[in-house]
């Protein structure tokens, strides 16, 4: 059975930081792509950031400077620090695992940062 667990989120003033983490289970991690995806209030989701299996790392506009994602495949985890938050960045935050080309992807139940003062 395949979970991804998210975890870290919560209440932060503007400006603050917050380190969102995803333990993965059920799947070979380091075969996977992996990506953090937010959800607002009255928005579609939308990708924030990705890393590939190689470590290559791609980031939505709106984050670039702020976030950083990262994976460990000795824990079967990928990250993402959040820095510099403002209040646009509250959402539901989600991980997901792609293995592009064999049709396999997964989502986790996400994790809720809100971000005010």
């Known amino acids: 059975q395949v979970q991804l667990v998210e975890s870290g989120g919560g209440l932060v003033q503007p400006g603050g930081s917050l380190r969102l983490s995803c333990a993965a289970s059920?799947?070979?991690?380091?075969?996977?792509?992996m990506g953090w995806y937010r959800q607002g209030p009255g928005k579609q989701r939308e990708l924030v950031a990705s890393i590939t299996t190689g470590g290559t790392t791609n980031y939505a506009d709106s984050v670039k400077g702020r976030f950083t994602i990262s994976r460990d495949n000795a824990k079967n985890t990928v990250y993402l620090q959040m820095n510099s938050l403002k209040p646009e960045d509250t959402a539901v935050y989600y991980c997901?695992?792609?293995?592009?080309?064999?049709?396999?992807?997964?989502w986790g139940q996400g994790t809720q940062v809100a971000v005010s003062s």
């Open positions: 059920g799947i070979i991690f380091r075969i996977y792509h």
């Open positions: 997901n695992a792609d293995r592009t080309g064999k049709s396999l992807n997964y």
